[in-house]
């Protein structure tokens, strides 16, 4: 057979009548009809909260954000205020269930520092020696590969899965930053550094010393940083990459194959690797648009984008809306504030107004342009990535950075998935086959 064949193939046997969907209720994408999604379990660990159904009518609502019952913005601007690093609190308020005490948080965090370092040989072996294009396809591999350094990788233990996790998050920022030096290297024919970790440095300043030539950074910028850490670390069990850790975790596999996995499913441009089409977009603004204090010539591109006459063709303002937030998105308002902060008598302050203007103006423009209404706030991607180049972070560590963030709420999933799922996850798919009467090859036209 030609391999055209098999490409024709590809086409003509994988497509599915969309109206077959309705006829047999099938709900593409595990939502309902309204946007909201299908119930598929019950957790104590994330309310991801944008809307509020009454009697069966769905009626947009300020959104919240809630960690093990606290709410983002609480944990947030505590920890700001207090002029401290509030990411480890998160870890083990989401793996233990309950804010930590100070001494529980110090314990934590000398945990985390002393499993920072990889094993020995593994950045040899599984990282310089083997190259990605990809920092997230490195990073899973990586996680993946770390079963072969443990001595008990299969047990089901509580003790296990918790010495697993905690070893895995602390070991994520090490990871990233390795691959993409190695990346640099290899593939950019740039230097490559390789910093040793510094001990006693909060997640956030370790991620700056290793990334950085000079390793030199300012409090300003590693707070900010772990702000963006805070808000990306847990997101409910319904999203993509969390549901897929889920899924993996109810075969009863090994946490390596599900964290792994998790890490895969993130890198696609319709979960995590969103941040980088938002980038792309502002991008495709700011080249067309010459007077980014001009309203009218912003709205004027916006319109273009929104009728596939620019951009990347689909017709999206990406940033803008989210599958549950409707009125607003905790997480982006807070995270816009902290990039204000930043960016007012720097550089950055004109682009930052003109994401402020497209934020503003696209809610009117989708309704001109589309004829829709539809409920529509920024999401975190609109200034997320803002965010990382005010801090010199590449562009190609803005979905890696999502995954290290990500690592503790996947952790906690699997935890509950693991005690109390009890139950692989398999739903049902219709077939819509025909039966068909076997043909002899000598016979086959």
Known sequence: MEKNDLYTAYKDN??????????????????????????????????????????????????????????????VENAVRENRFGYEEIVYLLLGGDLPTAEQL?????????????????????????????????????????YSYDDDPDSCSPGHEVDTAVSIIAKMPEIMVAAYHV????????????????????????????????????????????????????????????????????????????????????????????????????????????????E?????????????????????????????????????VIIKDNARKMAVGSEFEAEFRLLETIERLTPELFLEVTGKTKQMCANVDMYSGFVYKMLGIPQELFTPLFAVSRMPGWCAHRFEEAMTGRRIIRPAYKNVSKERKYIPLGDRG
């Not at 299908?38 to 947009?60: D, R």
Request: aromatic fraction near 8%; glycine fraction near 10%; hydrophobic fraction near 35%.
């Open 14 to 75: 994988n497509s599915i009548d969309p109206s077959l969907y309705d006829r047999f209720g099938v709900k593409r994408g595990l939502r309902n009809a309204d946007g909201s999604g299908v119930l598929a379990g019950v957790t104590n660990i994330c309310n991801v909260h944008g809307y509020v159904l009454n009697e069966g009518e769905k009626y947009p609502d300020e959104g919240r954000l809630v960690f093990r019952g606290y709410s983002i913005t609480d944990l």
């Open 106 to 146: 110090t314990s934590l965090r000398n945990t985390l520092d002393e499993h920072r370092e990889l094993p020995f040989g593994f950045f040899e072996d599984m990282i310089l020696k083997a190259p990605s294009k990809n920092i997230m396809n490195k990073m899973a591999r990586s996680v993946l590969a770390l």
């Open 183 to 294: 990346k640099q290297r290899y593939y950019d024919h740039k230097t490559m550094f390789m910093h040793q970790l510094i001990p006693g440095l909060s997640t956030a300043e370790t991620i700056l010393s290793l990334l950085r030539p000079d390793r030199q950074y300012t409090p300003e910028e590693a707070h900010l940083l772990d702000v963006c850490l805070m808000l990306h670390a847990e997101h409910g069990g319904g999203n993509n990459s969390t549901f897929t850790c889920r899924v993996l975790t109810s075969s009863g596999t090994d946490p390596y194959s599900a964290y792994s996995a998790a890490i895969g499913s993130l890198k696609g441009p319709r979960h995590g690797g969103a941040n980088l089409k938002v980038t792309e977009m502002q991008n495709c603004v700011k080249e067309n648009v010459k007077n980014w204090e001009d």
């Open 296 to 332: 009218g010539e912003v709205a004027d591109f916006l319109r273009k984008i929104l009728r596939k006459e620019a951009g990347d063709g689909s017709g999206l303002i990406y940033g803008m809306g989210h599958a549950v937030y409707t009125l607003s998105d905790p997480r982006a």
